[in-house]
């Protein structure tokens, strides 16, 4: 089922709401009002969300790039906490992994 972005024309609350394509729009939840509007930001929302994380690995990257091991480990820590990926995840892992052996190297 579709998730779709509403704004209430009344109050203006922005609300989400999940229903099929056929059925009618629902009602605001915070002040009842019917005269609502669809957003159309869900799918672009998803896309962002997409882009959000190619931008996030393609930073980690850099940092791995510039030997900046350490930055790139806390930046994906960081970034775990706003995206809940897998891939952010592997980041993580990777990161501390990458620290860790560049220590054994060093000392
Ligand atoms: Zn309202």
């Known amino acids: ?5 509403y ?9 989400e709401a999940m229903h099929g394509i056929d059925e009618p729009p629902p009602t605001c939840p915070n002040c009842g009002g019917k005269r609502v509007s669809k957003i159309i930001t869900t799918i672009s929302f998803k896309v ?3 882009e959000r994380l ?6 980690y990257k850099d940092y791995i790039r ?3 091991y350490k930055d790139a480990a806390k930046f994906a820590e960081k970034a775990a906490q706003y995206v809940k990926h897998d891939k ?3 980041m993580v892992e990777e990161g501390k992994e990458r620290l860790l052996k560049k220590k054994r190297k060093i000392y």
């Open 1 to 5: 089922m579709p998730l779709y972005d």
């Open 7 to 15: 704004r209430c024309e009344d109050c203006n609350h922005v609300f």
């Open 48 to 50: 962002d969300h997409g």
């Open 54 to 59: 190619s931008r996030i690995e393609k930073r």
């Open 66 to 68: 510039w030997g900046k």
């Open 88 to 90: 952010v995840k592997r």
